[in-house]
């Protein structure tokens, strides 16, 4: 441990970390439930109306106004999260309980390591729950988008120049397309921007004796 921190302080510092994370996960998972309970009763409500999804665009139109907020929201406590938990990451090299490895730091912003503090491990990208719940709320974004057109175009409101743009369902699928790659997009931005940002703002991980035997071998 560096001679300029006070082991207190560390352990301080990491159980506000790790309380701080789990706050942001429970932010994630209560908004990710009340986004989904949204698109269930919206749906039980159309088919009580008779089941035709296309005679209530403004609907649709609401939860892709939800969408944003939601996606963004999504993103930004997950940025929080990792940013918590690499922090600890950091803390635990310090005082010597996890052993990192300092070559495998592919996805994460921390590398994996072994040790006593159990910090998330490293998956695949298709069982992160981050990556799962963005993806989710894409399509949710994509599908609301494309449902309201679709009930738009239907309805006796366009007329005009906007029955000529909206003549063909493949240009709303291809909206809803475009939406989807425009939000994963982001997704991606984000990402890339957190762990850049992430890597500045936390103490360097330093390669003790026993990490680096471990890598060698």
């Not at 649709?60 to 999504?74: E, K």
């Not at 409101?157 to 909206?166: N, R, Y």
């Not at 931005?189 to 471990?214: C, S």
Request: some cysteine; glycine content about 6%.
């Amino acid at each position: 441990m560096r001679k300029n921190l006070n082991e207190d302080y560390l352990l301080i510092a990491l159980q506000e970390n790790l309380e701080h994370a789990r706050h942001q996960e429970n932010l994630r998972e209560r908004l990710t439930f009340m986004y989904w309970a949204a698109w269930s009763a919206s749906i039980g409500f159309i088919y009580q109306k008779g089941g035709d999804l296309l005679s209530y665009p403004w609907i649709f139109l609401l939860l892709f106004v939800i969408s944003i907020p939601v996606l963004i929201s999504t993103l930004k406590w997950s940025s929080e999260f990792a940013n918590h938990m690499n922090a600890a990451a950091s803390i635990c090299n310090e005082l010597g309980i996890n052993i990192p490895n300092i070559k495998d730091r592919k996805f994460f912003t921390y590398p994996e390591f072994s040790g006593y503090m159990a910090l998330p491990i490293k998956v695949p990208i298709y069982l992160n729950i981050a990556v799962i719940l963005s993806i989710m709320e894409c399509l949710g974004l994509a599908l609301s988008v494309s449902l309201f057109l679709f009930g738009f175009h239907k309805s006796n409101i366009t007329k005009g120049w906007m029955k000529c743009f909206f003549n063909e369902a493949l240009w709303i699928i291809l909206i809803g397309f475009l939406s989807f790659s425009v939000a994963i997009g982001i997704c991606t931005w984000m990402y890339f921007y957190m762990k850049k940002r992430i890597n500045k703002r936390t103490p360097k991980l330093r390669e003790t004796k026993q990490g680096k035997e471990k890598t060698e071998n």
